[in-house]
């Protein structure tokens, strides 16, 4: 199906892994795309639950995702620094029509001194039992938490000092 080009505003598809749509952000301009990754941004773009609700997100934001990591990655652009709030997920497919991936409901929220908090473990547990998550799946996703935790602390990716600020620099230039 290929990949969306720089400069193309897409839509971003979260499900569950019981198949179900999760959440949707309705405006993300590509920045960069390859078969290995996606990285995107938006600014107060309206998402939709899947319950039908809507809000509206508050600050820019950069999305890296990556084929081969089962994680991805928000950067969202505050007055006191960059904040990340971290899905983890499979990896990324595209469609044609969408970034799709599935959100396997663990999540790591990062701020700018680089400490973090591991969220929804709870919220884990209920859906590993309750959508019976393959032992193979547990596996691989308490695997790519450690990855992620170990890109944090090496700023490594995303978590790049000037990564996030360098592609923010890149959107503006769509937005004018």
């Given at each position: 199906m290929g990949y969306?080009k720089?400069g193309?505003t897409?839509?971003i598809?979260?499900?569950?892994h019981?198949?179900l749509?999760?959440r949707i952000?309705?405006e993300?301009?590509i ?7 996606i990285?995107?941004a938006?600014d107060?773009?309206?998402?939709t639950e899947?319950d039908g609700?809507t ?5 820019p ?8 990591q089962?994680?991805?990655?928000i950067?969202?652009?505050r007055d006191d620094?960059?904040?990340y ?5 499979s990896p990324?497919a ?19 001194d ?5 969220l ?5 547990d209920d859906?590993?039992?309750s959508m019976n ?10 695997e790519y ?7 944090i602390?090496q700023?490594?990716g ?6 996030v600020d360098m592609?923010y620099?890149r959107?503006?230039?769509y937005?004018k």
């Open positions: 969306p720089e193309e897409i839509q598809h979260s499900y569950k019981n198949g749509l999760h952000w309705n993300t301009t920045l960069k795309s390859t078969e290995l990754c990285i995107g938006n107060r773009t309206m998402v899947s609700r809000w509206v997100t508050r600050e934001a950069i999305c890296y995702f990556h084929a081969r089962w994680f991805n990655v950067g969202m652009l620094g960059v904040h709030y971290c899905n983890i997920s990324f595209y469609d044609g029509e969408a970034i799709k991936y599935i959100d396997y409901d663990l999540d790591v929220k990062v701020f700018p680089m400490t973090y908090n591991i929804d473990e709870d919220e884990y859906h590993r039992k998550y393959p032992k193979e799946i547990d596996s691989i996703l308490k938490l450690n990855t992620l935790l170990h890109w602390h700023r490594k995303p978590f790049a000092p000037e990564f592609w620099e959107y503006l230039r937005t």
